[in-house]
Structures are given as structure tokens and as C-alpha cells.
């Protein structure tokens, strides 16, 4: 930061100690999927993974997962662990090829 913020401004900006951290994920569908498993693959994602961590997750969830993961209460972080959880759900799963769990970055000025 080269400007100097006081805590409120920090905490309002999303700086220094009040920073979000997510995580991009991407995952491809195997040829052969039906619409039918692909829904249920994609209901059983946030259900089990996304939910279950307490997480959030935007993104589309069409013929390809692709988006962005947070933590779902207000100002925490994602954690490495929730990611680790997250990349080892995802490879579990027979329907999907191509995961690609990215590295924490800050959720509000750190990703596409």
C-alpha cells in the first residue's frame, strides 16, 4: 500500500488486516455425461463441498465448472484447508477431468 489508511478505511477497502482470501477453480465434464449427471454432479458440489466448508462459490456451472470460491461469512478468508478440501473433492469425482484448483489470492482485487 503506498497511500496510508487508517482501520476504517482499511476495513472498508478490504486492506492489510481485513483482506479476503478465494480461490479459483475450473473443472471440465468427461465426454459421456449427461445433462441429468452433470446436474447432480454440480447440486452435489455445493451441497457437500461448498456448503459443507462453509464457503461460497460464483461461477457458471454449465458444461464446464469454472469460477471463484470465498468464504461464505462476512469478512473471513478462505483457508488452505477449505482449498485442499475443495481440489480433493473435485478429483474424486468420476464426472470431472481438467480440475484446477488455483492458489489463494485476494478475493476483492486479486483475480479476473
Known amino acids: 500500500m503506498s497511500k496510508q ?3 476504517r478505511q482499511r476495513k472498508k477497502l478490504h486492506l492489510g488486516e481485513f483482506q479476503g482470501l478465494g480461490f479459483a477453480v475450473s473443472a471440465a465434464l468427461r465426454a459421456g455425461v449427461s ?3 452433470a446436474e447432480l454432479v454440480c447440486d452435489a458440489f ?3 463441498c461448498i456448503e459443507a466448508t462453509r464457503l ?3 461461477g457458471a456451472i454449465v458444461h464446464k465448472l469454472d469460477g471463484f470460491v470465498t468464504a461464505y461469512a462476512g469478512r473471513a478468508s478462505a483457508t488452505e ?3 485442499s478440501v475443495v ?3 473435485l478429483e ?3 464426472e470431472l477431468m481438467a ?3 488455483g492458489p489463494l489470492v485476494d478475493a476483492w482485487y486479486g483475480h479476473d
Do not use: H, K, T
Open 56 to 58: 461460497a462459490y460464483g
Open 81 to 83: 484447508a477449505q482449498r
Open 46 to 48: 455445493i451441497s457437500e
Open 92 to 94: 474424486a469425482r468420476p
Open 35 to 37: 445433462a441429468a449427471e
Open 5 to 7: 489508511y487508517n482501520r
Open 99 to 101: 480440475v484446477d484448483v
Open 87 to 89: 481440489r480433493d473433492w
